[in-house]
């Protein structure tokens, strides 16, 4: 079985300081790693992705995520955060071999202040 | 526009009743996938359809059921509803397994049962 533990429900964080959002996965084999956003009322979109190679992924808005083999984790993070950023985010695991759907966290609402 | 369509946006029914939720996935995706979405739950797992067949099933009630057609959209179909039942569905779609590129998600059906 494979899963995501997404450990935060909610972060706050003030626009310009940094950020992260935590995720930490259980997959038998080799993971393949999303992450997602959703903002109100819209679906989720695509943000990056870890399959192999660079342990650090940069993705779109200025995210990017550090994959982490040893401590099965996935953490996202901004340099410095917008208050658009504000949303939920979505971790996603796989394993790279053999058939399995995405599984997905619960979701961490990520709020940043002005 | 993710190229993903579900219709309809929001639904407000009754216990008791059927709906039928329908997704268009994105030119060329040949597998669909159903998630629920509450704020209890996270984001479950529902079905997955790969060009036509039943590939992979998750948290699915023996009430719900879907299909996926020769056009490669696919119906969710949710009878006997209950409160309960009252969540955001998404429907999502990837070409093959979607192993190396993710989902891609329409923007969701928004359930009321009341």
């Known amino acids: 079985a494979q899963s995501v533990a997404q450990p935060e429900d909610q972060v706050n964080v003030a626009e310009g300081n940094p950020l992260t959002v935590k995720c930490t996965y259980s997959v038998s084999g080799n993971p393949y790693l999303f992450w997602y956003v959703q903002y109100p009322n819209r679906g989720l979109q695509f943000l990056l992705k870890?399959?192999?190679?660079?342990?650090l992924v940069k993705g779109s808005y200025g995210f990017e995520a550090e994959f982490n083999k040893s401590q099965t984790s996935f953490h996202l993070k901004k340099p410095s955060a917008l208050v658009s950023d504000s949303a939920l985010y979505f971790c996603a695991v796989r394993r790279d071999q053999g058939y399995s759907t995405l599984t997905f966290g619960k979701g961490t609402m990520l709020l940043v202040s002005p | 526009d993710s190229g993903v369509t579900q219709t309809p946006k929001h639904l407000i029914t009754a216990t008791g009743q059927r709906v039928t939720l329908r997704c268009s996935p994105r030119?060329?995706?040949?597998?669909v996938y159903w998630y629920q979405q509450s704020l209890d739950q996270g984001l479950q797992f529902l079905i997955q359809?790969?060009?036509?067949?039943?590939?992979a099933k998750g948290n699915i009630l023996e009430r719900f059921s879907a299909q996926q057609f020769p056009d490669l959209h696919s119906e969710l179909n949710l009878s006997s509803l209950e409160l309960g039942d009252s969540a955001l569905y998404f429907c999502a779609s990837s070409d093959g397994q979607g192993r190396r590129q993710g989902y891609t998600f329409g923007s969701g059906t928004r359930l009321t049962v009341v």
């Open positions: 030119s060329g995706d040949l597998s």
């Open positions: 359809y790969y060009n036509g067949e039943e590939r």
């Open positions: 870890y399959i192999t190679g660079d342990n």
